[in-house]
């Protein structure tokens, strides 16, 4: 069964500085990952996703995340935060071999960004 | 906007009521994803649709029921209502969901209140 462990219910980083939000998966198949975002009163937005290709994937807003096997990792970086960033932030996983392709979610993390 | 709709957007009910919750996917999308938000849960998946017929059913409970319908909209039935049931209420559709990895688009919910 797959899984996803999300590190830190709440992030607190200053504007301007890095944001790290961290992910680890646990599948008994190569997975595809993904980041989504959700803003306050709204659905989620896919932030960037890994499918086997690069293992450093770019996102958009200036996110990416990092694909690590051996650590079983798929960490969430921006170099500069930003106030809009704020927002709570989803690591989820899929294992597409199965047929079919729900997502399996992590608790979130909330990213507060002080000015 | 992603393109998914939902309503209603706010929904207040007595327990042991029985709600529907609508979802209308994207233009050509053919699945249905319908996942549940719950403060003490998180995010969860509850059931699949494609093109009219269940494809894999998560931690949905038998009260619950849904149905996608020919014109691809769906529907999510929720009866017996409990006060735990009370949260949102997300629906995604993607393209296919047939073994090949395509992106969901979330719809903004139906926030569902049991008192």
């Known amino acids: 069964a797959q899984s996803v462990t999300q590190l830190g219910s709440h992030v607190s980083v200053s504007e301007g500085a890095l944001v790290l939000l961290r992910c680890n998966y646990s599948?008994?198949?190569?997975?595809?990952l993904f980041w989504y975002v959700q803003y306050p009163n709204q659905g989620l937005q896919l932030l960037l996703k890994?499918?086997?290709?690069?293992?450093l994937v770019k996102g958009i807003n200036g996110f990416e995340a990092e694909f690590k096997k051996s650590e079983t990792s798929f960490h969430l970086t921006k170099p500069s935060a930003h106030m809009s960033d704020a927002a709570e932030y989803f690591c989820?996983?899929?294992?597409?071999?199965?047929?079919?392709?729900?997502?399996?979610f992590g608790k979130g993390t909330r990213l507060s960004v002080i000015a | 906007d992603s393109g998914v709709t939902q309503t209603p957007k706010h929904l207040i009910t007595a327990t042991g009521q029985r709600v529907t919750l609508r979802c209308s996917p994207r233009?050509?999308?053919?699945?249905v994803y319908w996942y549940q938000q719950s403060l003490d849960q998180g995010l969860q998946f509850l059931i699949h649709?494609?093109?009219?017929?269940?494809?894999a059913k998560g931690n949905i409970l038998e009260r619950f029921s849904a149905q996608q319908f020919p014109d691809l909209h769906s529907e999510l039935n929720l009866s017996s209502l409990e006060l735990g049931d009370s949260a949102l209420y997300f629906c995604?559709?993607?393209?296919?969901?047939?073994?090949?990895?395509?992106?969901?688009?979330f719809g903004p919910g139906t926030r569902l209140t049991v008192l």
């Open positions: 995604a559709s993607s393209v296919l969901g047939t073994g090949t990895w395509n992106e969901q688009f």
């Open positions: 599948s008994s198949v190569p997975p595809y």
């Open positions: 890994y499918t086997s290709a690069a293992t």
């Open positions: 989820a996983v899929s294992e597409v071999y199965s047929g079919n392709t729900p997502l399996v």
């Open positions: 233009s050509g999308d053919l699945s």
């Open positions: 649709y494609y093109n009219g017929e269940e494809r």
